[in-house]
C-alpha cells in the first residue's frame, strides 16, 4: 500500500486515538498566552496529508485566525495537506528534512505539532527539536509515538517473537542513524523535562475491531514484515501466522491493540503544565 492510501486508511484510527484531553490542556494554555486577534501559526512536522491539522484545527481557540506551516520532504503529500487544510485555515508548505530546525526558524510559531514522527528519529534528533521548541518559547503537541507494546486477540504462540522482532525492527541503525523506536515518547518527555518545559503524557492507543479490520489487516501485513526483515528465520512460519490473523479479521473475530503515547510540552511556568 502506498504512503498516501495508507495515511488516509489509519486517520480514522488517529483521530479516535489522539489524546484529546491534551488538546483541552492546549486550549487552555494558547487562550491564555496567545493575543485575541492574532493568527496561531502551527508547524506540522512530517504533516503527511494534513491529518493532525484536521483533527486539531477545531479544538483550537476559535477566538483567532491557524496558519499552519506544512513541514514534509514528499511533495506530493504536501500538495495533498494543502489542499485538505480545513475551511477558514490558511497554510504554506516547506519541503525538505524538518531535523535542521532551530529556534531561529521556529521565530514566530504558535505551536510545534507532529503525528507518528518521534519514532522515526534518533535521539539527537529528538534533542534537537526539544532544544529548538523550547528554545522559541513554544508549546508542543507531540502524537501517536509507538510504545513498544500490542495486543492480538484471538492470541497466537508465534505473538512475543513477531513483537520482539517488530520492536527490534523500529530500532534499527538505517542510513546511519539509529532510530528510537518505541523509546522516543520516553525520550522526548525527557529532552523536553531536561530544558525546563512542563510535560504531560497521555495513552493513545489504537483499538481496532470489526469495523476497523482493512485497517488492522494492513497493520498485520506491515508488523509480519518488519519482524522478518529483522529475523528473515521467521519468514518460514509467517505465511501460516498471517492467513490464520487475515481469516480471524474476515470473521470479525480479530482485535488489535497497538500502544501509542502523547506528548504536550508547555514553556516553563505554565500553570497548566504538569508531568504524568
Excluded at 493568527?39 to 506540522?44: E, F, G, I, N, S
Excluded at 509507538?146 to 486477540?153: D, L
Aim: glycine share 8%.
Amino acid at each position: 500500500m502506498c504512503a498516501p492510501d495508507w495515511l488516509a486508511l489509519r486517520e480514522p484510527a488517529d483521530a479516535a486515538a489522539r489524546a484529546s484531553v491534551l488538546a483541552e490542556q492546549l486550549n487552555g494554555h494558547l487562550r491564555a498566552v496567545h493575543p485575541a486577534g492574532t493568527a496561531l501559526v502551527v508547524r506540522d512536522l512530517g504533516c503527511g496529508t494534513g491529518s493532525m491539522a484536521r483533527w486539531l484545527a477545531g479544538r483550537l481557540p476559535d477566538s483567532t485566525s491557524q496558519h499552519w506551516v506544512l513541514h514534509d520532504r514528499d511533495p506530493v503529500l504536501l500538495d495533498r495537506a494543502a489542499a485538505s487544510l480545513p475551511a477558514g485555515v490558511t497554510g504554506e508548505t516547506c519541503p525538505g528534512d524538518l531535523t535542521d530546525l532551530d529556534a531561529g526558524r521556529l521565530a514566530g510559531t504558535s505551536l510545534v505539532t507532529c503525528s507518528a514522527l518521534l519514532d522515526l528519529l534518533t535521539g539527537d534528533e529528538v534533542e534537537d527539536i526539544a532544544e529548538a521548541v523550547t528554545t522559541a518559547g513554544c508549546p508542543a503537541l507531540l502524537t501517536l509515538s509507538v510504545a513498544g507494546s500490542v495486543s492480538v486477540t484471538p492470541a497466537d504462540p508465534l505473538d512475543d517473537a513477531f513483537a520482539a522482532a517488530f520492536d527490534a525492527h523500529q530500532r534499527r541503525t538505517a542510513d546511519g542513524r539509529r532510530l528510537l523506536g518505541p523509546d522516543a515518547a520516553v525520550a522526548a518527555a525527557a529532552a523536553f523535562e531536561r530544558r525546563g518545559a512542563r510535560v504531560t503524557t497521555a495513552p493513545s492507543d489504537w483499538r481496532l475491531g470489526p469495523a476497523e479490520a482493512e485497517l488492522a489487516q494492513e497493520w498485520l501485513r506491515g508488523w509480519i514484515e518488519a519482524a522478518c526483515v529483522q529475523r528473515p528465520e521467521l519468514r518460514a512460519v509467517a505465511g501460516e501466522c498471517l492467513r490464520r490473523r487475515l481469516t480471524a479479521a474476515e470473521a470479525g473475530e480479530l482485535r488489535v491493540v497497538v500502544r501509542h503515547r502523547d506528548l504536550l510540552a508547555l514553556p516553563a511556568g505554565d500553570p497548566r503544565g504538569g508531568r504524568s
